[in-house]
């Protein structure tokens, strides 16, 4: 599923107009962006949480040339699978 299926299914389900339904998607994503970006966790209940990783910087080697560089710092989402989400998939 990709965005453009979200937005479909959301028309679908609710009657709302193409247009709508792309800025409701589009909101949803732009506000847990936007959360993210300062650092706050999103948690949706029983589908998952996003939270944001700090990786302090360290020394590593260009594998090409051998020759030692610095890696700088860096933030990355992480996400974790809700227990629901999780009981979904692995349904037998």
Do not use: W
């Not at 979200?6 to 028309?11: H, S």
């Not at 247009?19 to 998952?48: H, N, P, W, Y």
């Not at 360290?58 to 989402?77: A, C, D, F």
């Amino acid at each position: 599923m990709n965005k453009s299926d979200l937005i479909e299914i959301l028309r679908q389900e609710t009657g709302l107009s193409l247009t709508k339904s792309e800025q409701v998607v589009e909101l949803f994503f732009d506000e847990m962006s936007k959360a993210l970006a300062a650092g706050d966790r999103v948690e949706i209940r029983g589908l998952c949480s996003i939270y944001v990783k700090k990786y302090e910087g360290y020394s590593g080697r260009n594998p090409k040339t051998g020759e030692p560089v610095r890696i700088p710092p860096k933030k990355l989402p992480f996400f974790k699978c809700g227990k629901e989400l999780m009981e979904r998939v692995d349904y037998k």
